[in-house]
């Protein structure tokens, strides 16, 4: 596989075989590459697990049709796949990734993280890509000669969509990471993968659940055109039509997306994986046409759906669960699990605190907090 991976990949995508390694040196595999052993790892993780009961934009007790974290990673990573092949950048790198970017989210979406971060300000901070990091370096406990997962240096460093993120990371000694100008191409392939999969699914959610009209969508360049393009029949059922233009607008913009990059990658001159993280600016990019009918579309999904009446009062009350959560614990840290309480004397309250409520579902949340809150309700 390594072999095939020198014969096959571009000049500048990484290489399982020149992997900078892991923290605890361990035996290779004999028949995975390094990459894919990492993503094994995510996928095996509890973490990975819990992000089918974390909120994409609704609450999981909205319904199930709509996106979790973990259909959306699944998502992406089919997007991301099918541009890291065409790019000739490690598929399995960038599966990797993709699968670990949302692990660090925390329950009922941005809401979440918004008000965590708020209640962590002045303890640290909060940033689910960092959060992430910690995650599979420390919170996951699988192994006995360490904590974390244990992942490759290139899968970690993947995680930071922007160096500031990987300066972070080392003034909280979450390194060691050297400092880039910008990310691996295999990251680059995942932070737009991750765009174009969540800004063309909520529009799916938005439709389906009635919060965004597609009249008004049709006003939409972006979204008129493609419709117009492909032609769809009034006759068909609503449900259907519907994703026939969203897979023909994932369609047209991983296509402009492919075509500007591989301009970008050629002027660049870049001849490794090194050279792809000292070039200063993101070589993937969407041609200026598309870019700027792209950024009509998501203002639209920003005032119609994320600002929609039912999604603030959604995160509205998002807030409050978990700032109500923190504060029962921060004045009773004993009510925390075994697990927790064994690390508040070294990692303090706060860091501890944080920690259990990003890593809860919104269905967890939701009983914690009737445990706390609701008289009649077993604890």
């Not at 922007?162 to 080392?170: M, S």
């Not at 009635?210 to 009249?215: N, P, Q, T, V, Y």
């Not at 200026?288 to 792209?294: E, F, G, N, S, T």
């Amino acid at each position: 596989m390594e072999k095939e991976e020198r014969r096959t990949l571009a000049p500048y995508a990484n290489r399982s075989a020149e992997s900078r390694g892991r923290l605890y040196p361990e035996p290779e595999h004999p028949y995975r590459t390094a990459f894919q052993r990492d993503r094994d790892r995510i996928i095996h993780s509890s973490a990975f697990r819990r992000l089918e009961y974390k909120t994409q934009v609704f609450v999981n007790h909205e319904g199930d049709y709509y996106r979790t974290r973990l259909t959306h990673s699944l998502e992406a990573s089919q997007i991301a796949r099918v541009l890291a092949k065409t790019l000739g950048l490690n598929a399995d790198l960038v599966e990797t990734i993709t699968l670990a970017h949302d692990l660090g989210h925390t329950p009922f979406g941005h809401a979440g993280e918004d008000e965590l971060r708020e209640l962590m300000k002045d303890h640290g901070g909060f940033d689910h890509n960092l959060q992430s990091l910690r995650i599979v370096d420390y919170l996951e406990e699988r192994y006995p000669g360490f904590r974390g997962l244990n992942l490759t240096y290139e899968s970690r460093v993947g995680l930071f969509k922007h160096p500031e993120l990987a300066a972070e990371a080392r003034a909280r000694g979450m390194g060691p990471f050297e400092p880039f100008k910008s990310p691996s191409l295999e990251s680059q392939v995942v932070d737009i993968a991750d765009e174009i999969a969540y800004d063309n699914h909520d529009i799916d959610d938005g439709l389906a659940s009635g919060l965004l009209d597609e009249r008004e969508l049709d006003r939409v360049e972006l979204w008129r055109s493609v419709k117009k393009k492909i032609g769809i029949s009034s006759s068909l059922k609503a449900e259907v039509r519907r994703y026939q233009v969203i897979r023909s607008l994932i369609n047209l913009e991983v296509t402009d997306l492919l075509l500007q990059s591989q301009k970008n990658i050629r002027r660049s001159g870049i001849r490794s994986a090194g050279e792809a993280m000292q070039a200063g600016r993101f070589l993937l990019s969407f041609g200026a046409p598309v870019k700027a009918r792209r950024e009509e579309l998501r203002n639209f999904l920003k005032e119609k759906l994320y600002r929609h009446y039912r999604v603030v009062r959604m995160s509205d009350k998002a807030r409050r669960f978990i700032r109500a959560l923190f504060q029962v614990y921060l004045a009773r840290p004993e009510q925390l699990p075994p697990g927790s309480q064994k690390r508040l004397k070294k990692e303090g309250a706060h860091r501890v605190i944080c920690d259990y409520i990003a890593g809860m579902t919104d269905r967890y949340a939701q009983g914690e907090y009737k445990k706390f809150f609701e008289p009649f309700e077993k604890v």
